[in-house]
């Protein structure tokens, strides 16, 4: 688990990653023994180590989601008889088969299913079960619209740090979060599947050689702003000791109410017997239903978490600014340099469109930034902050501030204030703002790092073959080297609850604890630096000058 200080000329290594199919270059199956039955997963080689892998796929951790099991909380998967093949991924949760522009190309229908939750497990190959080893569960992210786990594969954060790695999937969409008030349709079916995979690594994760009472809880995206919500939430406390929350979009509280309406008129279930209308709907009803234009950018029609009395209580917000978190072990979180970048498509209309001065003002009232009300002074404030006053018609500004009040307010804003709510409950938080442009990217450098573009250095990506959730032959020696010393931090955090071994730290950098004071962050690029406070015009804009204004306006 050292970190070695010349990280990147460590480029004897040549990880093979394979994707969500099953792996080629396989030396062996083992078979693993649970209380529900017997997996037979897979043994393949980690060229440039002296460890191989195992892993297992398409292990049920729920009973399938469907008939009077559909819009309702998961429940826990029976057992079954023989030996289980462990080989090959199970299906994908279904999400909607046209995505929006900024999307990519959507699974093929035939490897989705309503059938979908299954979870992976990665091990260092033989790994007894007595090994207590630390685990590493991965939430997926996806905008809780589309996504899956089998298409982060874990062998390398298994092979390199010595630890389990689990992903695992939960249902999408309407599927995943329809909340209809006053109905037993209490939405958050997604949470509920999160909370029962975490369970299932409680009681079976010991036979792989995990360590139930080490757990770190990490997730990207929607998926980081799930671990917020489940360091909140009283049903999952206790099911995880540490947390990675790698940029974590706003939490989005009572925000599907508002339009539940929508679906529940194009589905025509009303009356007092709405759920068992929804349930007797076909797939392909409720995916018309759902449809394409209710994935708009920031507008948040879609349906998200939602206070629903059980799994959340209150506002996630008003959670965070009570401080009312779990009591962790300790807690990253972090952010892109550009993470607007990649949404700016899910505004136009193609991805080749021009925008325009209408355009953005017209985003900013569909966005409506649903928080802040409909209070014509705060759109006015957001149009003011994120225009450009000398050439304010101009399409190259109009582009780059988009970017910017999406990477502000979206990710950087709601980031920092989890991070000092962390902090003020007393949880040993450390940030990280990663800057690293990665030489491959189709996207000009001027455009930076945006949403997602850590995740290939997590995950080991730079060292695999072109398989999986991202091509890696052009990557360079040192990128290599940078997703192995990135590797080596989240593993690091899993031992011990702190990303660098004292004493032993990449670069003679020492990423410093984050302070509501000094707020120091490690900047994570080739060459690592830590900086002081992070944007912080933008962070006081929107942190404490948007909601005074907002309650201004409330008050009037």
């Excluded at 879609?302 to 978190?325: C, H, R, T, W, Y």
């Excluded at 040192?478 to 730290?505: H, I, N």
């Amino acid at each position: 688990m050292a970190f070695k200080a010349k990280v990147f000329f460590i480029v004897f290594l040549s990880i093979f990653l394979y994707g969500s199919q099953a792996r080629e270059g396989a030396s062996d199956d083992v078979v693993v023994h649970l209380s529900v039955g017997k997996l037979r997963g897979i043994r393949e080689s980690v060229s440039g180590t002296e460890r191989e892998a195992e892993s297992f796929y398409g292990i049920p951790f729920a009973e399938p989601p469907i008939g009077d099991l559909r819009f309702v909380p998961s429940k826990p998967a029976k057992g079954w008889s023989g030996v289980r093949n462990a080989r090959k991924p199970g299906a994908r949760c279904v999400y909607g088969r046209v995505m929006p522009p900024m999307a990519a190309k959507p699974a093929s229908p035939d490897s989705m299913s309503e059938d979908c939750l299954f979870l992976n497990v990665f091990r260092p190959a033989g790994t007894k079960a007595t090994k207590d080893l630390p685990v590493m569960v991965f939430i997926h992210g996806g905008g809780y619209y589309r996504g899956s786990g089998d298409v982060y594969d874990g062998t390398p954060l298994a092979a390199y740090n010595d630890v389990i790695v689990v992903t695992m999937n939960y249902r999408l969409g309407l599927l995943g979060f329809l909340h209809v008030a006053g109905t037993d349709v209490t939405g958050n079916y997604a949470m509920y599947d999160q909370i029962l995979a975490l369970k299932w690594v409680q009681q079976h994760i010991g036979c792989f050689g995990g360590d139930p009472s080490q757990v770190t809880l990490f997730g990207q995206s929607a998926g980081g702003a799930s671990v917020l919500l489940l360091t909140l939430s009283p049903l999952s406390k206790g099911l995880f000791k540490r947390a990675i929350l790698e940029s974590p979009t706003e939490t989005y509280g009572t925000y599907p109410t508002n339009n539940t309406k929508v679906y529940i008129d194009r589905l025509g279930c009303h009356g007092e017997k709405v759920l068992a209308c929804l349930q007797s709907k076909s797939l392909e009803e409720i995916l018309k239903a759902q449809g394409i234009a209710d994935f708009l950018l920031l507008g948040i029609v879609f349906p998200v978490p939602a206070v629903d009395g059980s799994f959340l209580g209150k506002d996630p917000d008003v959670m965070i600014a009570e401080g009312q978190v779990h009591p962790l072990d300790a807690v990253i979180v972090g952010v892109n340099s550009n993470e607007g970048g990649f949404h700016w498509h899910g505004v136009m209309e193609t991805p080749d469109s021009q925008p325009s001065v209408s355009m953005f003002k017209e985003s900013i009232v569909n966005v409506s930034f649903t928080k802040q009300g409909d209070c014509d002074i705060v759109k006015e404030a957001i149009m003011y902050r994120y225009t450009n006053h000398t050439e304010p018609f101009s399409p190259h500004n109009l582009l780059h501030n988009w970017q910017r009040l999406v990477t502000e307010y979206r990710f950087f804003a709601p980031a920092i204030r989890m991070a000092q709510a962390y902090v003020k409950a007393g949880i040993p938080t450390y940030f990280y703002h990663f800057s690293h442009w990665s030489t491959f990217s189709k996207r000009p450098k001027s455009v930076g790092v945006v949403h997602f573009d850590e995740i290939p250095y997590v995950f080991g990506l730079p060292w695999k073959p072109n398989k999986g959730i991202q091509v890696a032959t052009k990557y360079t020696d040192v990128e290599r080297g940078l997703s192995t010393m990135v590797m080596r931090m989240w593993g690091e955090f899993a031992y011990t609850g702190s990303p660098m071994k004292a004493g032993d730290s990449p670069q003679n950098v020492t990423w410093p604890l984050y302070s509501t004071e000094q707020e120091e962050y490690l900047d994570i690029g080739l060459q690592l630096s830590v900086h002081r406070k992070l944007r912080p015009d933008g962070m006081a804009f929107w942190n404490e000058f948007v909601p005074l204004l907002t309650k201004h306006c409330q008050q009037n």
